[in-house]
C-alpha cells in the first residue's frame, strides 16, 4: 500500500519560511520523480518543484526561483520544500507528488495535500 504523508504546512507572514515534508511508504523510490504540486483558490494546479531520481537535477516554477529548494533524502523516502521569503500568491494547498519514471507506464500517486497560507 503506497502512502504519501505529507506535513508542514500552516499560516505564516509575509517573509517567513516553511518546510513542507512528504514521507513515502510502502515501495522503493529510488527511481521516482518526487516533487510538489499547488493550486491556489480560483486557480489551476501548477507545478511547483521537482527532483529527478537519477542525477539529482531540480526543476523549479520561476515563480519560486530563489525562494524555495527541494531536496530529498533517499534513506526515508522523502523530499522536502523548504519555502523561504514567502508572498501572498504562495498561498496554495500544496500537493505532493510521486511519479515513477519508465518509457511506456509509469506509476504516480499524490499526497492529499497541506494547506499553506502567507499573510500580508
Known amino acids: 500500500e503506497v502512502q504519501l504523508q505529507a506535513s508542514g504546512g500552516g499560516l505564516v507572514r509575509t517573509g517567513g519560511s516553511l518546510r513542507l515534508s512528504c514521507a513515502a511508504s510502502?515501495?522503493?523510490?529510488?527511481?521516482?520523480?518526487m516533487g510538489w504540486f499547488r493550486q491556489a483558490p480560483g486557480k489551476e494546479r501548477e507545478g511547483v518543484s521537482f527532483?529527478?531520481?537519477?542525477?539529482?537535477?531540480?526543476s523549479y516554477a520561476n515563480s519560486v526561483k530563489g525562494r524555495f529548494t527541494i531536496s530529498r533524502d533517499y534513506a526515508k523516502n522523502t523530499v522536502y520544500l523548504q519555502m523561504n521569503s514567502l508572498k501572498p500568491e504562495d498561498t496554495a494547498v500544496y500537493y505532493c507528488?510521486?511519479?515513477?519514471?519508465?518509457?511506456?507506464?509509469?506509476?504516480?500517486?499524490w499526497g492529499k495535500g497541506t494547506l499553506v497560507t502567507v499573510s500580508s
Open positions: 510502502g515501495r522503493t523510490f529510488s527511481s521516482y520523480e
Open positions: 507528488n510521486v511519479r515513477e519514471l519508465l518509457p511506456d507506464y509509469g506509476e504516480e500517486y
Open positions: 527532483i529527478h531520481p537519477s542525477d539529482g537535477r531540480t
